[in-house]
């Protein structure tokens, strides 16, 4: 089982069902397209740099620590979006720290199981 956060640039929403919205959009526009993968924006690369720097990629991982249920992390960036699981069991730690990453990049975090912008 993983705990999936999706993480975007862009104004802030104004609440957690215009944030909805926009994550439904990104997804169907960046990730459930037949068009070809667009690459990550600046930013995006630069918030999954920031969090390796805290856990190693998950294909680099010799010991086990890493929250990422995928590899490599950037391969879940499309664009302006990384929409990326993690591992159940690690999910409060990592998409806390997701989180306060992304705030201090001025990026959107948004939880869709429970549908709600994070921090």
Known sequence: MSYDLAVW?????????????CFRGLYDRFVDTEEPTVP???????FVAALLERWPDLAEDDDDTAPWSTAPLIGE???PLIYFPMRWS???????HAAEVAASMGLNCFDPQARRLRP
């Open 9 to 21: 640039e862009g104004e802030r929403s104004e609440d957690d069902a215009a944030a909805a919205q």
């Open 40 to 46: 990550p924006a600046e930013r995006i690369a630069a």
């Open 90 to 96: 690690m999910a409060d730690e990592a998409s806390a």
């Open 77 to 79: 960036a499309r664009g």
